[in-house]
Every structure is written in C-alpha cells, then in structure tokens.
C-alpha cells in the first residue's frame, strides 16, 4: 500500500478485555514503531523493532502490553486486560532507514470502558 | 519528566501573517530535532527537519531555528495559510542511534489560522 495502514480505526474494550492492534508498514520498510498518544499530550514511545527483532521496548507501560512482528513486516500490538487508563490512540510508523524521518499511520483509538 | 517541551498549547494567527511556534528541551544528548503536523483523524506527518550541526533549515514557507545553548527551536511559517491550521509537534532524537528514530515528542501546538 501507499502508507502505513492500521486496524481497527477504532476499538471498544470492556476493562479487562484483551484487544489486539495491527500495524501494515510501507513494504520494504525495515523500521517499525509504536507510540500511545493520550488525549491531549504528545506521541509517547512504546517499542521498536528492526526487521522481526525487538530491538527497544523500554516505553512498554506494563507487562500487559506486548508486541510482535514475527516475519518483519505486519505487527501486533496486543495489550491484556485492559484498563481504564489504556484509552489512548496507538501510533504505529514506520521507515526504510533507522536514520530516515518516521511515516505515521493513522493510528487505533482505543477506549476502555 | 518532560524532557520535550512546547509551552504553547494554542496559537492563533491571521492569514499572511506569521506563525511563530516554540519548543524547549533538557535532554543535551538530543542531537536531530523534527517538527510533524497533525490534522485531526490522521497520523502525524512530517514538516522539516534540523541536525544539530546546524543552526537553520529552511523549506518553503516553513524555517526551524534551533539554539543549542539555549536548548531552544522555533517553527516559523511565513506565511500563514489556512490549510496550516492543524497540530504541531516539535520531536527530538539522538540521530544513529542502533536503537533508530525513538522520538521523544513535545506536548503539541495547535495552530489556527484565521481568513
């Protein structure tokens, strides 16, 4: 595709609920990212990867939040038993170059009730 | 702690005139700092770009100034258009790093621009 897609644009979870956010990067892009964006604030940092290795994970709020990108291009963000306070739009990007600027798809808002 | 930092949340401009946008940081071992723009309902794109071997990047209308003693850059858009109006966030990195472009994103601006 011509950008990076994600899925679902939107999503609803109950507290507790586990939900799973897919990221479709630019083909050939190595660079993938994930950011949470709270309302109000500034993207925040979550993991990267380089091809199919989990390279940083430092911005992972919780053990609750895991991510995957098994074959070096689509990636999952699955966070379990959702929480209140992970109502948030999930960011994912991506890039060609670790040194490159960073394409932002249109990110999954998610909201816990 | 905020180690970027955009101490303007809104900014409201007339069309033609210009947009001055701020942006503070703490980190000194930030050393690529980029400015992406966000409409509502879409990813952040991005806007332009400076290395901190520089002091000025210019793009058309748009010039990021950064003033590494004072840890400080500005956004300028001269001039202002309508289709400007829209989110600004100001973003640093420390560029080459093997872990890539983990940005460390400001808290945002949101610039209208008046007809």
């Known amino acids: 595709g011509a950008g990076v897609s994600q899925s679902p644009r939107y999503k609803v979870a109950k507290r507790g609920q586990d939900v799973a956010l897919r990221c479709d990067p630019i083909s050939g892009h190595v660079s993938l990212f994930w950011y949470q964006q709270a309302l109000g604030q500034g993207p925040e940092f979550l993991t990267y990867f380089q091809n199919e290795a989990q390279l940083d994970k430092s911005g992972l709020p919780s053990d609750r939040f895991f991510a995957e990108r098994p074959e070096g291009s689509v990636s999952t963000l699955k966070i379990q038993r959702t929480q209140q306070e992970d109502s948030a739009v999930y960011l994912c990007?991506?890039?060609?170059?670790?040194?490159?600027?960073?394409?932002f798809g249109s990110g999954t808002q998610l909201s816990v009730l | 702690d905020q180690q970027v930092k955009q101490n303007s949340p809104s900014l409201s401009v007339q069309e033609g005139r210009i947009s001055i946008l701020n942006c503070d940081y703490t980190?000194?071992?930030?050393?690529?700092f980029l400015w992406y723009k966000k409409y509502p309902a879409e990813g952040p794109t991005f806007l332009i770009s400076i290395s901190s071997i520089k002091d000025k990047n210019e793009d058309g209308r748009f010039t990021v100034f950064l003033n590494k003693s004072a840890k400080h850059l500005s956004l300028h858009i001269v001039p202002s258009q309508p289709g400007d109006s829209a989110v600004y966030f100001c973003a640093a990195s420390v560029y080459g790093k093997a872990a890539g472009n983990k940005l460390t994103f400001g808290g945002g601006t949101r610039v209208l621009v008046k007809p």
């Open positions: 980190n000194s071992m930030f050393d690529y």
């Open positions: 990007a991506s890039t060609r170059d670790p040194g490159e600027k960073l394409f």
